[in-house]
């Protein structure tokens, strides 16, 4: 039967209530200013000129007709591509308090149409998935009351220091002392560590801005924070400022950047932090980095040595390597030896049944720094829906049972174990990070959590914003459009990362003194550690309490 | 709360001095356990050649009892001296106690070609059997120490009445150095392992307080996989563990052993003549920090005596004495009732930084700082 055109609905048709957010506009309110659809980063909305029909009736003449009046209002698309994403930029623009998006209680269609032109979902953002998680639920219980030794947190000296690279045995070290042998590097930092988010994925001045924050922490607060730079490369001003020491330069499968960064090696002026070679990341696992076309501006291109506006996405492995353990013999060797042995070298592995694996070639590798394993719910800036949603393992058991296994061999202290992965997904960084210290982690890495707290990003595991991919970011932290990241005060991203910083110190100590520890990191305190979750507890080795 | 009082004199004194010396400190302490550790042995009824070794412990049953006598008459150890206890059981809280022992044998004929290394461990190992086939045998045979010139008591109860009621106060032991500890067990179960003064190869220590490090701690020991590290039943037996690690193990001198557990400051390591060395050896024993808050007493094979305090200081300890003769104790009131004719204006109260010494020959105290250079040349 052939369709009926008259009426204009098709498969893909949607209305207001199938879309995610829906648009309240008040119209007594509007002014007619404009703002808010020239913010919309989406272009959800739009001016519209409308008109409506007036009946008329004179009933003396007995005739009756019609007028017209033409208004102008605000209204929504409702096509895939305009859909809103509820990043409320409208509502922060508009002067009159006339517009705002308010999330779809209802079950929405466009679950279904994320698929047009044959193209699955791609965003940015985390797993979609809300709620308290693991992380949230442990409790630190193991209160120091026998033998009153509680600790001040604001008045006692607290050592919140870790220790990044590899550590050798005490009776090796003695040797090595004795015949002047090679002492690996360590670094001694904060345990909290921005991660890894390229030059690239975030924008010139939100990296402007953490860096500024980094280095306030180091040299004002004392906080020895370290940033990782993530896969495509550091300003070249910075690879040769003495602010390299609190960078950790990523190399990714792409190994975008590294064209600068070996060029600038004879003109640093100090080793940065340590070196991370990225195998996996634990929001897309078995994805290389997916830098679009959109993100790739003439900054991008020139420091990653490739044309401008072209796809980057990188291959999931890297390619020159046969396996993991010819990746532990060449790499990580190579690596250190082209920082003269001075820098640790790490690689970071997507969590996987397959970690121990990882970790016991890299045990018996004596160049390898550490280990930093990412979690599903890690954060990324672009990846497909399904691998975020659906692909990789949960942090906190599979950082136990590597550290367990370390634990056996009596290897705990040599391979520094990095977790990250959804720390502070629910604001409670913190916590979370010191949970995954006492079961076994040297430090945790957190991304997300830095762009949230400390740029003001919008995105949530509720699919609200997570436009990152795409370069539209209406925060301007992970667009390269200079309309877009000029809205980002780099001093102000500055102030907040020390902020942050300085809160997450404070509640460490607040998590310390009651357990009456200060003068080390309770790396594997997991005697402290008790969950009202009698399966989470036997798997993770802790108290289950209720 | 724990009670810890050490004496050590020239002149060999009978434990029961320093059992009524816990009396003083009685305050606040609940009474629960006592632990001894006599070095420096004399028998009244036994010329005893230090270089034997002591096995103490205690059968629980008079099966306990055979298969003890037969291990160690497989492993070729000869029976020189059997100390019988003039035991008053009524006195004693638990009814299980078949026989209170503490022995002296000859060392096997075949040890002679031993090292000194191996002869060593064997004692530990035959040690670790005894208990080992007491665990297996529902406890019934518990192995504190077998060490020469070494004898260890425990029991459960309080110190005085566990003194009476081995007739400690015969003055048929006496010793040059004893250590003793009231107190069971602080965070854990009752069990008789559990008690200080903990012992391995020669090395006892005793502390107050809690250690809050425990499990990181436990766990790194564990993972060394040496025979003697185990048991763990008390959070403090790691203290002797670690001194054992760095004395036999590393073979550094013992200042490095608060170098170990409470690490200089960053600043201060900065400023330290070995500061990159102190560095490095922090960073490698990084889980055997402790944490506190303990003070931890301690005694060696040559009967030097030691006292260190965690990096906080928040347990008391007190040292005190006269040429010939010094006492150690958590509470000033203990150094005095051991020690009565010293002056008390000596006394002294470590700081954080600080390793008190009393060396064998007991002339006077050293009190080193860990700011101090570090004693090892090759570091330099």
């Known amino acids: ?546 | 709360m724990c009670r810890l009082a050490l004496k050590t004199a020239i002149e060999p004194f009978s434990p029961y001095e320093v059992l009524t010396a816990m009396e003083a400190m009685q305050e606040g302490y609940d009474g629960s356990g006592l632990g001894l550790l006599l070095r420096g042995l004399n028998f009244d009824d036994f010329k005893y050649d230090s270089k034997n070794p002591v096995l103490s412990g205690i059968a629980h049953s008079e099966a306990a009892w055979q298969r003890l006598n037969s291990i160690m008459e497989q492993r070729g150890y000869e029976l020189q001296y059997d100390h019988k206890f003039e035991t008053i059981p009524s006195l004693v809280e638990a009814k299980d106690r078949y026989r209170y022992f503490l022995r002296v044998y000859k060392m096997p004929a075949a040890f002679a070609e031993k090292s000194t290394e191996e002869i060593e461990d064997e004692l530990m190992l035959t040690r670790l059997f005894l208990r080992a086939n007491g665990e297996e045998n529902g406890n019934d045979l518990t192995a504190f120490s077998f060490w020469p010139d070494v004898a260890t008591i425990k029991e459960v109860g309080w110190p005085l009445d566990i003194g009476n009621a081995l007739t400690l106060h015969d003055n048929r032991i006496t010793s040059r150095v004893c250590m003793a500890q009231g107190r069971q067990n602080t965070n854990y179960g009752i069990n008789l392992y559990a008690c200080h003064p903990f012992f391995i190869q020669g090395i006892a220590t005793m502390t107050n307080g809690e250690n809050t490090a425990f499990v990181p701690i436990r766990d790194w020991l564990l993972g060394k996989h040496y025979p003697g590290y185990m048991g763990y039943q008390s959070d403090s037996e790691v203290f002797a563990h670690i001194l054992h690690y760095t004395l036999k193990q590393l073979k550094l001198p013992l200042q490095a052993y608060k170098h170990i557990i409470t690490p200089l400051k960053n600043a201060e390591l900065d400023k330290h003549p070995q500061g990159v060395f102190l560095r490095g050896l922090r960073d490698v024993c990084r889980r055997l920090i402790i944490d506190g808050p303990n003070a931890v007493i301690g005694t060696l094979p040559d009967e030097t005596c030691l006292l260190v305090m965690d990096h906080k200081k928040m347990r008391p300890a007190t040292v005190g004495g006269r040429d010939g003769a010094w006492a150690i104790a958590s509470e000033m009131c203990g150094v005095a009732a051991m020690i009565p004719d010293r002056d008390p204006s000596l006394d002294f109260q470590p700081m954080r930084e600080h390793t008190i010494i009393v060396p064998p020959d007991r002339k006077e105290l050293t009190i080193w700082s860990q700011l101090d250079p570090y004693p090892l040349a090759q570091v330099a």
């Open chain 1, 1 to 546: 039967m052939v369709s009926a055109r008259s009426v204009s609905v098709g498969p893909s048709s949607l209305s207001y209530t199938d879309l995610p957010w829906i648009i309240q506009h008040r119209e007594d309110r509007c002014t007619l200013c404009g703002h808010c659809t020239a913010v919309c980063p989406k272009e959800a909305i739009y001016l519209a000129y409308r008109r409506q029909r007036m009946p008329k009736l004179d009933v003396l003449k007995k005739s009756r007709g019609n007028e017209y009046r033409t208004f102008v209002g605000i209204r929504q698309k409702t096509n895939m591509a305009n859909a809103c994403i509820g990043c409320s930029m409208c509502s922060m623009v508009c002067p009159n308090e006339a517009i705002m998006p308010v999330p779809n209680t209802n079950e929405h269609r466009t679950l279904f149409f994320h698929n047009q032109k044959g193209q699955p979902q791609t965003r940015g953002g985390r797993r979609n998935v809300s709620g308290p998680n693991l992380l949230d639920r442990i409790m630190f219980n193991r209160i120091s009351m026998l033998t009153d030794p509680a600790l001040d947190a604001g008045r006692h000296e607290f050592n919140l220091t870790t220790t990044l690279g590899r550590t050798l045995a005490p009776e090796e070290f003695l040797k090595r002392q004795r015949e002047g042998g090679w002492i690996p590097p360590t670094r001694e930092i904060f345990p909290f560590v921005i991660g890894s988010m390229s030059f690239g994925a975030l924008s010139p001045n939100m990296w402007l801005g953490l860096l500024q924050g980094v280095a306030y922490c180091n040299e004002v607060l004392g906080i020895p924070v370290v940033m990782c730079t993530g896969e495509g490369g550091c300003p070249p001003w910075v690879l040769k400022s003495p602010y390299l020491k609190y960078i950790v330069l990523q190399i990714a499968s792409g190994y975008f950047g590294w064209d600068e960064i070996i060029r600038a090696i004879p003109e640093m002026q100090c080793d940065p932090a340590a070196i991370e070679i990225k195998y996996g990341q634990g929001a897309k696992p078995g994805d290389g980095g997916l830098l679009m076309w959109f993100k790739v501006s003439k900054l991008i291109a020139r420091l990653r040595g490739v044309p401008e506006g072209v796809d980057l996405p990188s291959p999931p492995v890297h390619q020159t390597l046969y396996s993991i353990e010819e990746s532990v013999m060449k790499m990580i060797q190579t690596m250190s030896t082209a920082f003269g042995h001075k820098v640790p070298v790490y690689p970071k592995i997507s969590a996987s049944t397959s970690a121990k694996s990882v970790l016991n070639n890299l045990v018996r590798n004596p160049y390898a720094g550490g280990l930093l394993i990412d979690g599903i719910d890690g954060g990324t800036g672009a990846a497909y829906n399904v691998s975020m949603d659906a692909t990789g393992h949960p942090i906190a058991s599979n950082v136990r049972e590597c550290y367990l296994d370390l634990v056996a061999q009596g290897k705990q202290n040599e391979i520094p174990i990095f977790a990250a992965g959804g720390i502070g997904k629910n604001g409670n960084v913190t916590q979370n990070g010191m949970a995954l210290i006492m079961l076994g982690a040297s430090g945790v890495h957190i991304g997300k959590y830095i762009m949230q707290s400390v740029a003001g990003c919008l995105g949530n595991e509720k699919s609200r914003c997570n436009v990152c991919n795409v370069g539209i970011c209406p925060k301007g932290i992970t667009s390269q459009n200079p309309k877009l990241y000029r809205r980002l005060d780099p001093d102000l991203v500055a102030e907040r990362v020390s902020e942050v910083f300085m809160s997450i110190s404070t509640e460490a100590k607040k998590i310390m003194a009651p357990l009456g520890r200060s003068q080390s990191l309770p790396v594997g305190m997991s005697d402290a550690l008790g969950i009202s979750d009698k399966d989470a507890a036997d798997r993770l080795g802790i108290k289950y309490v209720c």
